[in-house]
């Protein structure tokens, strides 16, 4: 199946630093990108839906100016997360799909802590 | 509008033995459908997925789901489940010609030695 790439796997930093996950698509070229959030033992979280070349389509409640995402080409797409604090942390997983007739593709997630 | 329910949040079976997971969909809209596992601290594998066809379908690692459109299900099994299938499944749809995926909340399957 298509690879997809997420780093860090892992990443702490200080409250107030802004952090970027990347998530690569290795193999195939992902028009469109998902980016969900997932607290323990729950399920994931849709937190945005990153679109190449164009803006990031956010769901209700998420904050577009904390949560950064851009879609620069079609195999990359980044979430930054800006200002970072504790309640931030989590683990952050990124999908792509080839097109709407096809699974979608996971990263390894990324496991965030903030100090 | 879609919806996913997986009704058993957790599902513990001892080793060798058979086990169903439950997934039930809300649709408007014919879907497909998927089930993927999650290790702990991965990301999600699919184990497989229904697009049309065949209403039984066949996965990775032995398991199978069979999709039933009255019912509006789509429940997964395994005849003889292993120490190594103990983790976090999701079940999902997707409406054709959408990129969206709705998730069920998870079934935690614990297998017991």
């Known amino acids: 199946g298509a690879v997809v790439s997420q780093h860090p796997s892992r990443v702490i930093c200080k409250s107030g630093t802004s952090v970027k996950i990347e998530c690569r698509s290795l193999d195939f070229q992902a028009t469109t990108m998902f980016w969900y959030r997932q607290f323990p033992k729950q399920s994931l979280m849709l937190m945005a839906t990153s679109n190449e070349g164009s803006k990031a389509t956010y769901e209700q409640g998420v904050e577009k100016d904390k949560f950064l995402i851009n879609h620069a080409s079609l195999t990359l797409s980044t979430l930054t997360v800006t200002s970072a604090h504790p309640e931030d942390s989590s683990f952050y997983i990124c999908s792509a799909r080839r097109d709407s007739t096809t699974e979608a593709f996971f990263g390894q997630g990324t496991r965030l802590t903030v100090v | ?113």
């Open chain 2, 1 to 113: 509008a879609q919806s996913v329910t997986q009704l058993d949040s957790q599902v513990p079976v001892f080793e060798e033995a058979p086990v169903e997971l439950r997934c039930n969909y809300s649709s408007s809209v014919s879907v497909y459908l998927f089930w993927y596992v999650q290790y702990p601290n991965q990301g999600l594998q699919l184990l497989l997925k229904y697009l049309s066809g065949s209403t039984l379908v066949k996965g990775i690692n032995g398991f199978e789901a069979e999709f039933n459109k009255s019912q509006t299900s789509f429940h997964l099994r395994k005849p003889s489940v292993h120490i190594s299938d103990t983790a976090e499944y999701f079940c999902a749809v997707s409406p054709p010609g959408s990129n969206q995926f709705y998730f069920g909340t998870g079934t935690s399957l614990t297998v017991i030695p």
